[in-house]
């Protein structure tokens, strides 16, 4: 053999190997090796994006909107649909997971494409609203009454009548409250002595009380919120204090929401 013959076949073994270790390379990196591979990924990509796709790609629902499904297709309380989850989405159903329960709710005519999910899921939350009952505004925080002068007064008088009236003795002398201001006015300290309790337990308890029970209820019913939750508590327990100012709060954020929402849709 010739030194030319032995230098074309070490050549040939060298290309050989260096074409050989490309191909492993692509396999490793994940990259396809041959034209059988890619006419194989071409077959089956069409496939998965026309019959499922997992909640990574599906369309997007707050929570708050999974509840609703849930409560309104499934039967469940607002209670149980607290940690409920969509887990996948095809062109026949939805499923969900929640208390450790699978659900599955069917879309009726099935999709031709998950193309139509968005608009399809949008619609069985707005069927699940008028199911419900249900504002399609989320209450999601508390106003406080410092927002306004005079809900802040009403507040803080409603709150001391609370603490002071019922005690007789805040009103007599002997109080640090008499000797310091109410000597000055002693008619209304008497006044306060008499009749304070039963301001208190007689009017102010059972008014708010049933205001309260108003409040959470709308809480719950127009908003789905539930005593887990506390925001539920610090509207209701600012209601059980201050009586209708929460409630004009509560109106107001409503509103304002209203509004933000019907600006983004235009």
């Given at each position: 053999?010739?030194?030319?013959?032995?230098?074309?076949?070490?050549?040939?073994?060298?290309?050989?190997?260096?074409?050989?270790?490309?191909?492993?390379?692509?396999?490793?990196?994940?990259?396809?090796?041959?034209?059988?591979?890619?006419?194989?990924?071409?077959?089956?990509?069409?496939?998965?994006?026309?019959?499922?796709?997992?909640?990574?790609?599906?369309?997007?629902?707050?929570?708050?909107?999974?509840?609703?499904?849930?409560?309104?297709?499934?039967?469940?309380?607002?209670?149980?649909?607290?940690?409920?989850?969509?887990?996948?989405?095809?062109?026949?159903?939805?499923?969900?997971?929640?208390?450790?329960?699978?659900?599955?709710?069917?879309?009726?005519?099935?999709?031709?494409?998950?193309?139509?999910?968005?608009?399809?899921?949008?619609?069985?939350?707005?069927?699940?609203?008028?199911?419900?009952?249900?504002?399609?505004?989320?209450?999601?925080?508390?106003?406080?009454?410092?927002?306004?002068?005079?809900?802040?007064?009403?507040?803080?008088?409603?709150?001391?009548?609370?603490?002071?009236?019922?005690?007789?003795?805040?009103?007599?002398?002997?109080?640090?409250?008499?000797?310091?201001?109410?000597?000055?006015?002693?008619?209304?300290?008497?006044?306060?002595?008499?009749?304070?309790?039963?301001?208190?337990?007689?009017?102010?308890?059972?008014?708010?009380?049933?205001?309260?029970?108003?409040?959470?209820?709308?809480?719950?019913?127009?908003?789905?919120?539930?005593?887990?939750?506390?925001?539920?508590?610090?509207?209701?327990?600012?209601?059980?204090v201050e009586g209708i100012t929460s409630m004009w709060r509560l109106d107001a954020l409503v509103q304002g929401k209203r509004k933000e929402k019907d600006a983004k849709k235009h």
């Amino acid at each position: 053999m010739t030194t030319a013959q032995t230098d074309v076949q070490v050549n040939s073994k060298k290309s050989q190997h260096v074409r050989q270790g490309h191909h492993v390379e692509a396999r490793r990196s994940g990259r396809c090796c041959s034209p059988a591979h890619h006419q194989a990924h071409e077959r089956r990509s069409p496939g998965l994006s026309e019959t499922s796709v997992t909640t990574a790609s599906a369309p997007s629902n707050e929570p708050w909107q999974i509840r609703r499904y849930l409560e309104a297709y499934s039967s469940k309380s607002v209670f149980q649909t607290r940690n409920a989850q969509m887990t996948d989405i095809s062109l026949n159903e939805m499923k969900f997971l929640c208390n450790g329960q699978h659900h599955t709710i069917v879309f009726d005519p099935p999709m031709k494409s998950l193309r139509e999910a968005r608009e399809r899921v949008v619609q069985l939350d707005k069927n699940a609203l008028q199911v419900l009952d249900r504002s399609d505004i989320v209450i999601d925080r508390y106003v406080p009454p410092t927002v306004k002068l005079g809900h802040l007064l009403n507040f803080s008088q409603c709150l001391l009548c609370y603490l002071l009236l019922p005690h007789q003795w805040i009103w007599q002398p002997g109080s640090p409250l008499y000797d310091t201001l109410l000597y000055r006015i002693p008619a209304f300290a008497r006044l306060n002595a008499l009749v304070g309790w039963w301001v208190v337990f007689i009017i102010m308890i059972p008014i708010h009380t049933f205001e309260a029970g108003i409040m959470g209820r709308r809480l719950t019913k127009k908003h789905g919120l539930t005593p887990l939750d506390w925001v539920w508590w610090a509207w209701t327990a600012s209601c059980f204090v201050e009586g209708i100012t929460s409630m004009w709060r509560l109106d107001a954020l409503v509103q304002g929401k209203r509004k933000e929402k019907d600006a983004k849709k235009h």
